[in-house]
């Protein structure tokens, strides 16, 4: 069983629509979770941290975690084709600081 | 905001010789970075922990003498690919935490090497 797990995609929506991506975990010890976003022949950078159980909201993002159920989500309201990529689910499973990644989500905005 | 720079972005070699990456954090200490490599349409995998002033740690299958790591200050450092074959051709990508920042939990990520071996 994979430590991380999502659905690889790709999943299309239409512009302006609420795109959800779903990443789920191994570790119930696991500590803090992470959304990347890599556009193609780049390295991630990052959208948002979460490490309580609930929502956080950024912008136009928002995670949602669920320690009980051991998953994590991302929400991006009013998609643009500009977010068009992979996003990448990482997990912090110990006191290291070790990233444990998913193999990512690929997302298509359709203009 | 915190940047991190790797050297070179893109490197191409011969089989069998060794190729030198470098990762800085540039405008803070970093005691941890941390090495990654992605193959074609897949996901990061952490190689090895890199500790400034101390030996790095290795993740399961990967080998030491191959990729050898040195963190000599605390704002580089530097991965070797040794006698490097084709199927080493990948993204090699460094991130660093920054230890005495706002933000205990955040990496800051390289731009990535891009290694072809022929």
């Known amino acids: 069983q994979k430590e991380v797990e999502q659905n690889s995609g790709p999943l299309s929506v239409p512009e302006g629509a609420i795109a959800s991506l779903n990443c789920t975990y191994s570790d119930r010890g696991s500590q803090s979770f992470f959304w990347y976003r890599q556009y193609s022949g780049k390295s991630p950078e990052l959208i948002m941290f979460?490490?309580?159980?609930g929502d956080k909201e950024d912008g136009r993002f928002t995670a949602q975690l669920n320690k009980a159920s051991q998953y994590v989500s991302l929400l991006i309201r009013d998609s643009q084709p500009s977010d068009s990529a992979t996003y990448l689910c990482a997990v912090r499973m110990d006191s290291s600081y070790k990233l444990i990644f998913g193999s990512g989500t690929r997302l298509l905005v359709r203009p | 905001g915190a940047v991190v720079s790797q050297h070179p972005s893109r490197v191409i070699c011969k089989s069998g010789t060794s190729v030198k990456i470098e990762c800085r954090s540039l405008d803070f200490q970093a005691t941890t970075m941390f090495w990654y490599r992605q193959f074609p349409k897949q996901s990061l995998m952490l190689m090895a922990t890199?500790?400034?002033?101390?030996?790095?740690?290795?993740e399961q299958g990967v080998e030491k003498d191959k990729f050898l790591i040195n963190h000599a200050s605390l704002t580089l450092s530097t991965l070797t690919v040794t006698s490097a074959h084709p199927e080493d051709s990948s993204f090699y990508i460094c991130?660093?935490?920054?230890?005495?920042?706002?933000?205990?939990?955040?990496?800051?990520f390289g731009p990535g090497t891009r290694l072809t071996v022929t």
């Open positions: 991130s660093a935490r920054d230890n005495y920042g706002a933000s205990q939990y955040e990496q800051y």
């Open positions: 890199s500790n400034e002033g101390s030996k790095a740690t290795y």
């Open positions: 979460i490490y309580s159980n």
